[in-house]
Structures are given as structure tokens and as C-alpha cells.
């Protein structure tokens, strides 16, 4: 479940949406807008920068909230996925009833529309190797969805590092934070999740992984670095009660968590296949909330300055 496959994007997607929505409702975009462009700017661009960016999902649910002018720049190192960001931020414009032209570059798409002008780019880049390639001077706000749980503390502290050495904002969405709760319990449950989140602090390419550590770890390293945060679940619900998405997404959420549990603790392995079993045979009267957290936060006046 931690992949990045196209299919895996495009089938979490709608969860992910009504998680962000659910969260987005919590935070002063407007506020957060003004902080970016700084007072008496009027439409100054803001320029983002999107690291793991799949196919541009962070930039469909942060650029409309934020309105205005932005240059965004997106950063993956799957060079298949950064193949597929124009055709879906195409697609995605044109739903919306607005304009997308290629720009001189080749990389590079304008979208214009619904009260935005966006420019956008796309970088093939490894981001566990650090950050030294990337344009991280120069960037207002720095945005991630679904990665923190994936990496490393060591990495985390530099990637806080660069941030506010550059005076970069975050939004960070999507961690997950360890919270699975099922509507009706088994008695495998806390079998399965406890190797289940064991497996997710395995090395997945930028050291020991945070996995369900990952929104603690943040908050304490952003707000040492001098950070205001604010934060609000972001679960997803699924429920397979409401229909063949919400179903499907259970059978790979329930495979995922036993392909993770079986490779973590062989030695359960047939209790891990029984529950498989059982939960598949109850897709449809089943409901799953797995907790996620987004973060938003911009340095505070005073960083940097042995205060706040």
C-alpha cells in the first residue's frame, strides 16, 4: 500500500480527496494564501514545490484553495508516473471548464482558470538522496501528501532543515498515524495491525521508516525549527456499504495489510490468511477508518531569533 503505481494513485484517490476535503475544512487557506504572497502583494505568484508528487494530486487539492497566481514545481523519481501528471492535470483542468496550454519548455503546462493562473513543472529527481538538486531556495511552500510515514527521522530533520533555512511553509498531508478501526472487530485485528505498522517502519528507500510515528516526529522537528502548526484529521472511510469502489479499496486495503503482516511474522501466517478470509467474505457489510493527519505550518516571526 505504500507503492506508487498509477492504478494504486488513481484507486485512492477519491478517498484521499474526501479525507483532504474533510481536513481542508479546518484551515484558513485564505490566511495561509496571504502569508505566501506577503502583505500588499496582491496576486504575487507563489511557487510550491511537490516532492513525491505521483501525478499531481497535492497540486488538485492545494491550488484551488489557495487561489491566485502559483508556479508549481513537481518532483518524482518515477519517471512513469511524471509521464502521466500532463494527461491528468489535462484532464483535470478541462472537468473544471478551464484552459491548459504547453508553455516553450517541454516540462511545462500553464492552466488558467476558476480564479487561478498556474505554471507547471515537472522534475525527475530521487528525493532520498537529499535535497541538493532540488529548488528549495526561492520556494514559498513546500508540499508532500502521503510520504512522511515512509521516511526517515535523519531525512525528515534535513528535508525541516531546508525548509526553514528558505522560509518555506509546509503542507504535509496524509500521514498516517496508526489508527485502524474497523465497524464490526475480529479477533485477529490487533495480530495483523501490530505487524502490519511493524512492517511499516522497514527501509523503504530513505532509511528506518517513521511509518505510524511519522505525524509525532514531525510536529516536535517543525516546531523546534521554529514553526506555528496546525493540524486535523484526514481519515479515510471506507465503506463497503457504498458501492464497487469502496469495496474494491477494501479488498486491497485488507490484502496490503496481510501481504505487509505475513512478510513481517511468518510464523502467523495461517492465522493471517484465515482473517483475510473472513474479512473478504464480509466486504460489503464492512467499514474500515484508517487515520491520516494533514499539517500546515509557516515559520514564525521570531525563528531564528532565540524566541517562539
Known sequence: ?????????????????????????????????????????????????????????????????????????????????????????????????????????????????????????????????????????????????????????????????????GGAAVCWALSVDGRLAWADADADDALVHEAFRAHQRRDKGFGTALGDAAVEAATQVLTAAGYCLHAAESDWVVDGRCGAADRAMLQALIEGFVSAAIEQCPMHTTRCDAWCARRLATLGATRLRVGHVDLIGWLSPNAGRGEG
Open 1 to 165: 500500500m505504500s507503492g506508487f503505481s498509477a492504478d494504486w494513485l488513481a484507486r485512492r484517490e477519491p478517498f484521499d480527496h474526501a479525507a483532504r476535503a474533510s481536513a481542508a475544512a479546518a484551515f484558513d487557506w485564505k490566511a495561509l494564501a496571504t502569508q505566501l504572497r506577503g502583505e500588499g502583494t496582491g496576486d504575487a505568484a507563489i511557487t510550491v514545490l511537490d516532492l513525491g508528487c505521483g501525478t499531481g494530486a497535492s497540486l488538485r487539492e492545494v491550488a484551488p484553495r489557495l487561489g491566485g497566481t502559483q508556479r508549481w514545481r513537481l518532483v518524482d523519481h518515477d519517471a512513469a508516473l511524471l509521464a502521466a501528471v500532463p494527461g491528468t492535470l489535462t484532464r483535470w483542468a478541462h472537468a473544471q471548464g478551464w484552459q491548459v496550454r504547453p508553455q516553450g519548455e517541454a516540462a511545462v503546462l500553464r492552466i488558467d482558470g476558476g480564479g487561478l493562473r498556474l505554471d507547471v513543472e515537472w522534475l525527475h529527481a530521487d528525493i532520498s538522496a537529499g535535497f541538493g538538486a532540488l529548488p528549495v531556495d526561492g520556494t514559498q511552500l513546500v508540499t508532500c501528501s502521503a510520504l512522511l510515514d515512509l521516511v526517515s527521522q535523519p531525512w525528515l530533520e534535513a528535508l525541516v532543515a531546508r525548509c526553514a533555512g
